[in-house]
């Protein structure tokens, strides 16, 4: 069979959806619809590009690979919008440092959610019923 080229979970719909969200959001804030299409287009291509990466690793399925899964996906989208955004370098590895801090928070609060749902969800051990 082989293996997928990039992570089986990449959809044309996510890669839409992604393009679709993303140009909302910047005419809601302000920006030219521009540069909301190529930050999604570029985040989705950052995104495929550290799934391939992580396939030719051997990386498997939702595999964590620590700023191979948030560099490119906030690298490129960054670089891209510089067509529509005065964004320096500085402005742009400020963007790929706040986004890899944001992940990371994001992964611990996730990990102490499922730890704090798990004890929700404990049940005591019936004892004597037969």
Known sequence: MGIHCLAARKTWRGLVAAIVLATC???LIGLRWQAGAFAGAFAMAGDCLSSFIKRRQGVGPSGK???LDQVPESLLPAFACQLYLPLGYFDIAAV???FFIGQMCYHVCLSGLVCVT????WRPARVGVG
């Open 65 to 67: 690979s620590l700023g």
């Open 118 to 121: 798990s004890l929700i969800d």
């Open 25 to 27: 959001a910047s005419v």
């Open 96 to 98: 790929v440092l706040l």
